[in-house]
């Protein structure tokens, strides 16, 4: 899968351009991974949150080549504080995490989340449209049992309550024709 970069430094305007213009290549489908990365030499605007992204990786093991490999198939996501766990299960018992692809039909979509903040949100995000959106305590989980077609691809994000980013996952992608 390509990378896409969709949060550099302190979280700004450009940022959230990179996000929507990620969300329209998934769309497009295009198979990506998003990533963050950060080259700050200065103090921020006063008028942006000091919040900086980094990539959390689901790794096999603590290796350089083990982590490459984890991002290269998505299995991670970009934070800027708090942790954010998304997974599906099939009706037919196959499973999956962020990154991964399973085909289209039912399925059970799970999120769990801590470190959270007061007026914080979750969406959860279909084909670039979100699909739901709900305020969250500081750390639980919430599910949803959707029925995919062809070429649907599924993220959550945590958002505060100005709905600026906190955390973003890497989408589950379902049916064929992922390039």
Request: a negative charge; charged letters at 20%.
């Amino acid at each position: 899968a390509l990378r896409g970069e969709i949060w550099n430094g302190f979280l700004d305007a450009f940022n959230e351009e990179s996000l929507q213009k990620y969300y329209l290549w998934l769309t497009l489908g295009n198979k990506l991974v998003c990533t963050s990365g950060t080259d700050i030499h200065r103090e921020p605007p006063a008028n942006i949150p000091r919040r900086v992204g980094f990539n959390v990786v689901h790794s096999e093991e603590l290796s350089e080549q083990a982590i490459l490999d984890a991002i290269r198939k998505g299995h991670s996501y970009v934070s800027a504080g708090p942790e954010l766990i998304f997974s599906a299960d099939m009706a037919s018992g196959e499973k999956a995490i962020c990154g991964d692809i399973l085909p289209a039909g039912e399925a059970t979509l799970l999120v769990k989340w801590t470190d959270a903040h007061q007026g914080d949100v979750l969406r959860l995000i279909v084909n670039g449209k979100v699909k739901e959106e709900l305020p969250v305590a500081l750390a639980g989980e919430q599910s949803w049992s959707l029925t995919f077609e062809e070429m649907t691809w599924c993220t959550v994000e945590l958002r505060d309550e100005q709905h600026n980013l906190w955390a973003v996952s890497n989408p589950i992608f379902f049916g064929n024709g992922w390039t």
